[in-house]
């Protein structure tokens, strides 16, 4: 069975910092890529960033290129966020999801990220 | 970056009959070395993960129900839900992967008349 099990979201003040990290198990990791989506409260998704499969290359949505890093473990099976600088529209659940290419086939069940003080 | 748009934002349809969602990217997302539309359809029940409906404008995915098929080329898409079913009331996006960022719909609510 595969799974994506999100950790690491929780409340953080404005201009901290937070790692989530991502989790995967049931299929092959280093023949799919991964991604990050984010959906704020009560709004769409929001693609944040993705993974090549071998972690050769890195996409960012434009607007948080810089404060947004993500680095892949392909040993560990896991795929992780580091967001920095956090703000409160970065409030959101952040969402990891794997496939082949950039088609998003699987899920995790996501992570709440709460910015406030 | 490609902006996708979709309409209606919200839809009333009774048990049984055709939902019709539109989709529109801002620039072709077909591609020219494939002939493939980077086009997929995303359903979002309440609570819940999105679920991957359709890809490259049409193939469902195994388990899909066939009520579901999508259509369309180039910068203009649909996903039709033939007989809309109580289960079927969710949020459907549409995502262009055919160039970074990666970019979704705002959303298309389905909900029973």
């Known amino acids: 069975e595969v799974q994506l099990v999100e950790s690491g979201g929780g409340l953080v003040q404005p201009g901290g910092s937070l790692r989530l990290c991502c989790a995967v198990?049931?299929?092959?990791?280093?023949?799919?890529?991964i991604n990050w989506v984010r959906q704020a409260p009560g709004k769409g998704l929001e693609w944040v960033a993705n993974?090549?499969?071998?972690?050769?290359?890195?996409n960012y949505v434009d607007s948080l290129r810089g404060r947004f890093t993500v680095s892949r473990d392909n040993a560990k099976n896991s795929l992780c966020l580091q967001m920095n600088s956090l703000r409160a529209e970065d409030t959101a659940v952040y969402y990891c999801?794997?496939?082949?290419?950039?088609?998003?086939?699987?899920w995790g069940r996501g992570a709440l990220v709460t910015v406030s003080s | 970056d490609i902006v996708m748009t979709q309409s209606p934002d919200f839809l009333a349809v009774s048990l049984g009959e055709r939902a019709t969602i539109n989709c529109k990217s801002s620039?072709?997302?077909?591609?020219?070395?494939?002939?493939?539309?980077?086009l997929a359809w995303f359903q979002q029940k309440a609570g819940q993960p999105p679920k991957l409906l359709i890809t490259w404008a049409s193939t469902r995915e195994s388990g899909v129900p066939d009520r579901f098929s999508g259509s369309g080329s180039g910068t203009d898409f649909t996903l039709t839900i033939s007989s809309l079913q109580a289960e079927d009331v969710a949020v459907y996006y549409c995502?262009?992967?055919?160039?970074?960022?990666?970019?979704f719909g705002p959303g298309t609510k389905v909900d029973i008349k």
């Open positions: 999801g794997g496939g082949i290419g950039w088609y998003i086939r699987y």
């Open positions: 198990s049931g299929f092959t990791f280093d023949t799919y890529w």
């Open positions: 620039q072709s997302i077909l591609s020219s070395s494939n002939n493939r539309n980077y």
């Open positions: 993974a090549r499969e071998d972690g050769s290359n890195n």
């Open positions: 995502q262009q992967c055919y160039s970074s960022p990666i970019t």
